[in-house]
């Protein structure tokens, strides 16, 4: 079991960030977007969190299932309206396993990344498509490494410099790992400071992790309205669609 990075101290906060992730004009593309390929079928939602996506997508009428590591960040999502409608599993992405079969899984804002080898990302890969009915789709929403704005010899990209709140992100090209660290302003005097792991892979590497799995890909965008996927992209969203056996 991987170790969990989003204890009660994370989970207590995780949905303070309403102009961010959570605002409709994020939440509302990537759900509509979401129930479109799940059509009259079931979701399933690795790391489902705080039910972020999940409440929405089963607002829009899709069932979702939702697999997720944190009983802290479960326990939110419980407090929630319309959670009653998203069954739970508790277990790790890349290998717990839930009765029935999915017109979609999805994994967003991520969260692949929090696998930090090749081995468990691609273990993830074959876990989705373990849970797919023929035809079915894997989704996920990724960041592309930024590594061209990292000047020749330096590591570390800030990606957040507020009076509250600085992060940034170390970068190990070797194996192709990455740490976000965050300090955040707690108080006068008072720093908290916090670190995740991640690792991270370029769009064919995932494209390959696909192929191993069985599935082939079906679209690649830049965001949720279906940007165009270009050299200047930051993130994807990727479509694989499970090949018939």
Known sequence: MPENYFDEPVAATYDDDEGGMFSPGVIDPAAGFLAELAGDGQALEFAVGTGRIALP???????????????????????KPGAEDVLVTIGDMATTRVPGTFRLVYLVFNTIMNLTTQ??????????????????????????????????GETVQPFDVTASHVGFDEYDVVTQGLVSHHYTAEAVGRLRYAFVPFRYAWPAEYDLMARIAGMRLRERWGGWQREPFTAASTSHVSVWEKTAT
């Open 57 to 79: 997508l089963s607002r829009r009428g899709v069932r979702v299932h939702g697999i997720e590591l944190s009983e802290a960040m479960v326990a939110r999502l419980a407090a």
């Open 119 to 152: 081995d468990s990302q691609v273990d993830c890969f074959r876990n989705a498509a373990a849970h797919l009915e023929a035809g079915g789709c894997f989704v996920i929403e990724v960041m592309v490494p930024q590594l061209q704005r990292l000047p020749p």
